[in-house]
């Protein structure tokens, strides 16, 4: 059964002002090591961060909490399955959240997906629960 769903589109435009602004700080606060080696292997890293932006903003938003309760930037982070399937990979207080969510007997499914078309990227993320 679904017991959340979110989406968020961004303009990489933004991302790009705010990398040229924040740099380092931006990229520190908001992305977890494994996204941050992800988007400096690209070309366009700007295009792989706001991707993963969106997809945390669409992760907190089926959370229900959106980035507050709790739940921080980089407690949700981007990840790909061997398959290269992108998923979210959840610690702190965002799985706190996600375990709350769950009904008595099932375990958490999280269904990602991603895109970007110069200038918007955009991510929607389904959270199911599976019976366990």
Avoid at 19 to 45: C, W
Avoid at 89 to 102: I, K, N, T, V, Y
């Amino acid at each position: 059964m679904i017991i959340g769903i979110g989406s968020d589109l961004i303009d990489i435009r933004r991302i790009e002002k705010t990398l040229d602004r924040f740099g380092e700080r931006f990229v520190q606060r908001v992305f977890t090591d494994i996204e941050r080696a992800k988007a400096e292997r690209r070309v366009k890293p700007a295009a792989t961060y706001a991707k993963r932006f969106a997809a945390k903003e669409a992760c907190s938003k089926a959370l229900g909490s959106g980035i507050r309760m709790g739940v921080a930037w980089r407690e949700m982070g981007v990840v790909n399955l061997r398959s290269g399937q992108p998923t979210m990979q959840l610690s702190g207080g965002a799985l706190e959240r996600l375990h709350a969510m769950m009904p008595p007997g099932h375990r958490p499914s999280i269904h990602l997906t991603m895109t970007d078309d110069h200038p918007l990227a955009q991510a929607f993320v389904v959270i199911e629960a599976l019976p366990a």
